[in-house]
């Protein structure tokens, strides 16, 4: 049974920065996931990807977030991170970790696995 669990959510001004993190249990690590992802949904609107990476650390992300934010992942720890800096107000959303043992991407569809989300908040 793979659980993840995010925490790092909050509230923060414009401008400001987070570091989300998820971690990894039920599984071998994150080690031996082909894709891990970020994504951020907001309430009527469909679930965005904001930021992937694969087994060997290939990182990608949206171009709404290029420059901003940075995936990575310590498998020694189990932990996805998703830092975020110069946070804006269309980044308040609930933010989700997913993990998958065969596909890496963008694609919520691609995912099996999800957590409950973590809810960030920029306000101006």
């Known amino acids: 049974q793979v659980q993840l669990v995010e925490s790092g959510g909050g509230s923060v001004q414009v401008g400001g920065s987070l570091r989300l993190s998820c971690a990894a249990s039920?599984?071998?690590?994150?080690?031996?996931?082909?894709?891990m992802a970020w994504f951020r949904q907001v309430p009527g609107k469909e679930r965005e990807g904001v930021a992937t990476?694969?087994?060997?650390?290939?990182?990608s992300a949206a171009d709404s977030v290029k420059g901003r934010f940075a995936i990575s992942k310590d498998n020694a720890k189990n932990t996805l991170y998703l830092q975020m800096n110069s946070l804006k107000p269309e980044d308040t959303a609930m933010y989700f970790c997913?993990?998958?043992?065969?596909?890496?991407?963008?694609?919520?569809?691609?995912?099996?696995?999800w957590g409950q989300g973590t809810q960030v908040t920029v306000s101006s």
């Open positions: 039920g599984y071998t690590g994150t080690g031996s996931f082909v894709g």
């Open positions: 990476i694969d087994l060997i650390g290939r990182t």
């Open positions: 997913a993990a998958d043992r065969w596909r890496f991407g963008l694609d919520a569809q691609h995912y099996d696995y």
